[in-house]
């Protein structure tokens, strides 16, 4: 479950774009439809291409490629981006449990820099009004684990319903925290989600930071001691992975980085499909940094039928 969103990658010359439009580098800013609108028109002569995002999405999309069964609950417009976002997932093989409403379909306009880091300003529009009312049981039929991404934080009866229905109809929760400025607008109750449902938590070395005030190793410990799986990724040192008194560190593989959009949401997604497939841990790690590395070879989440045969390729070694 997410926030509903295209992306518009957008690809920058240089930073003074982010100063000029006061974007902090590296963070996720929402934005009113307005503001959304001003960004897209100072970067409309800039090359961008389309795909369907937000967290989950991205990580759900790539599950779905790997054969995994999979499902996704947000909500869009009804709008030609909407109409995109839905047929998206369809065609790769995501089953989609969409709401519809009559705002307007969010909009991601993920801003690329040279180094490959990515600044987003996010206009939640349609996504933002997925409601507690929306969660029955019904939608976590024939599914074992339910991954949220953190942007959906913001909406405390929202996400508390989701993760409480989903852990009464049997499944495990699964939590990319999202982005720092998330885990430290949200803190107080992204730890009392933690301790209360969160099975497996996904957090990169700034959100861990952030949430535990420690640097990662002992992030990983602090982290571990409230849910099942801890993951803290640590960008080109790797990631570690904890869970009971079993710690595993795993590598990168060697890329040559262009984008580092959606390399966390597909690391979540080559775990947690080692998780579906009962692989042990070290397993499910490299699973997730054979997807990191790939997807930062390229603009944008869309990796080609190609680079995805060489990744199966990669992953039937394992």
């Known amino acids: 479950m997410g926030n509903a969103l295209v992306d518009i990658m957008t690809m920058l010359d240089d930073d003074q774009v982010l100063n000029n439009l006061k974007l902090p580098k590296g963070s996720m800013q929402l934005v009113d439809a307005e503001t959304s609108q001003k960004v897209q028109k100072f970067t409309e002569q800039l090359p961008k291409s389309l795909a369907s995002g937000g967290s989950a999405a991205n990580s759900i999309r790539s599950l779905a490629t790997l054969g995994t069964k999979t499902g996704y609950l947000g909500k869009i417009g009804l709008d030609k981006m909407g109409d995109f976002f839905a047929k998206d997932m369809i065609n790769t093989g995501v089953t989609p449990k969409l709401i519809t409403t009559d705002t307007p379909t969010g909009i991601a306009v993920a801003l690329v820099s040279k180094d490959s880091e990515r600044t987003f300003a996010t206009y939640l529009g349609a996504a933002a009004e997925l409601t507690p009312e929306d969660i029955t049981p019904e939608i976590f039929e024939g599914f074992n684990i339910l991954h949220v991404e953190g942007y959906l934080i913001f909406n405390n009866e929202l996400i508390e319903k989701t993760m409480q229905t989903a852990k009464e109809c049997g499944l495990r929760v699964s939590l990319d925290m999202a982005s720092y400025n998330i885990v430290d607008a949200n803190l107080d109750f992204l730890k009392y989600l933690t301790e209360k449902y969160v099975d497996i938590l996904f957090a990169n070395e700034e959100e861990a930071k952030s949430f535990t005030g420690q640097e990662p190793e002992e992030a990983l410990h602090t982290i571990a001691n409230v849910c099942d799986i801890a993951i803290v990724k640590v960008g080109k040192n790797g990631s570690y992975i904890k869970k009971g008194d079993f710690i595993h560190k795993e590598g990168v593989i060697k890329v ?36 990191a590395g790939n997807v930062i070879e390229v603009i944008g989440t869309t990796m080609d039928e190609k680079r995805w045969d060489n990744i199966k390729q990669e992953l039937s070694k394992i």
């Open 256 to 291: 040559k980085p262009i984008d580092s959009t959606g390399a966390g949401d597909n690391y979540a997604a080559g775990f947690l499909h080692g998780l579906t497939n009962n692989w042990d841990l070290p397993k499910c790690a490299k699973a997730g940094a054979i997807l």
